[in-house]
């Protein structure tokens, strides 16, 4: 197929496109002008047979019709100009990537795509204590939970008037090689490997990691499903093994051991991130049930590559 990537070089960006390319779709991953992540999506220094890099910022992809030339089969939206701690509490800047990723929509019908993907997050839901299937009430207590799920809520209406399938992938917490630097669990493995001394929250609540190339799996399956998103309800959670949910300091405790005991950890110094404390429980058995999608990395499998990765 031929699929459109908006935030191509963002961290799960960067797992889809891989997945993509190795199963032989054709991708036009769209960056920013100038963007200085194009590097990211190189391989032996050089871009990969089947992709095409598309300058073009996200208030003008409007542009795109004209540049790819067949049209596209699916549209990928991952672009999102607020997803640091701090612009997630940005209320201007949180609207201005709604209204990105409506004109998307729009962009999709002209290109002739059958499918519009959007990457949401586990955001939208609040806070929960239980677990949390894509049935729950919505809750979002940050602008960038209540943005995404603006999207949710107007592009499925939009999609549906243009005739497109809409699909609402809620992603849960990722991690891998090439995380962020600044995550948690990069955090603890620089401290842990200098020897020095991680201090963190509590890590009291309950947490899930889905490692990033299961998480390239899940969306290059919902872009390639065969049927309609829609008719089994356009959201669909994505996270990791649902038999490893636990505290997060446990998550934090195994990294420590992994990197030798090397260092020091203390918990309940630093206080939580923009949407408050939040427990990450998901429920993800719609994803096996319809798409026939699954995570098959557990974390310290998972922690290994990307200490070997690191190495």
Known sequence: MKIVVTGATSFVGLGAVRELLHRGHQVFAVLR?????????????????????LEED???????PERIPGGCDVFL????????????????????????ALNAVRVAKDLGCRRFLFTGSQAEYGIKSELTDEEAVCEPTSPYGRAKLAVRQQAEVLCRELGLDYGHARIFSTYGPGDHPWSLLSSCVRAFRAGEKMTMTACTQLWNFMYIDDAG??????????GNLTDHGC?????????????????????YELCGRQGSMEFGVRPPNAE???????????????VGWKPQVYFEEGMKKILAFQK
């Open 235 to 255: 959201v669909y959670n994505l996270g990791g093994p649902m038999d490893e949910t636990g505290p997060l300091r446990g998550f934090v405790e195994t990294v």
């Open 33 to 53: 002008e100038h963007s200085t992540k194009a590097d990211l999506l190189r391989e032996n220094g050089k871009f990969p047979q089947g992709l095409t890099i």
């Open 217 to 226: 799996r899940a969306l290059a399956d919902l872009a390639e499903y065969a």
């Open 77 to 100: 939206h991952m672009g999102w100009r607020g997803a640091g701690s701090d612009s997630r509490k940005n209320e201007s800047v949180q609207e201005e990537s709604v209204q990105d």
């Open 276 to 290: 408050g404390i939040v427990n990450l429980i998901p429920d993800i058995r719609k994803m096996e049930r319809v």
């Open 58 to 64: 996200l208030g003008k992809l409007s542009k795109l």
